[in-house]
């Protein structure tokens, strides 16, 4: 049975630095696609990741346990994307105001398109769409669907009050199930 992170983490704390590789190779897939779906670039997310495991193994003696080292890697993983997006000229930032957040009846915790991860096409067509979505919607789908973190894990992760995360979850989920729609060709607004 493979070690958990709790006890990798307290080796590389020991000394043993070999084993951080462990935790990268864990968590290097999920990380990756994080960071893929944010800088839509596979070399900058490359490039990334890297510093964001450099960063996180500097940063595992002050490591709490107040999340999971799951959660807290991929909110290293989200704020050096988020870095690297601010200082593109490109970057799009949705502002969202009070009025937004109070207009839309944002769903509980129920999962919209990925209900329909069953078959490979909508599953290859959601994986796409998603990496098309603006990366702050891409971002937080990735969280969600992929990475399975909770609304409270994706607080964490990125720092977002939760009506932010909740709305952009919202409105990432209708994008991305329009965009799915129009992709295989069914009727506008057919349940995912």
Known sequence: MP????EIVRRVLAGDKRAYGELVERHKD????LAFRMLKNREEAEEALQDAFVRAFH?????????SFST?????VYNVCATSLGKRSAAEHVSLNDEDEQSLDVPSEEPAPDAAYESREIRDAVTEEIERLPENYAGILTLFFVNDQS???IVEVTGLPLATVKVRLFRGRLMLRDAV???LGVANGAPL
């Open 3 to 6: 070690a958990v992170n709790e």
């Open 30 to 33: 999920k990380a990756m696609t």
């Open 59 to 67: 940063a595992l003696p002050r490591f709490e346990w107040k999340a």
């Open 72 to 76: 807290w890697l991929y909110r290293i």
């Open 151 to 153: 609304y409270e894990q």
């Open 181 to 183: 729609a129009k992709r």
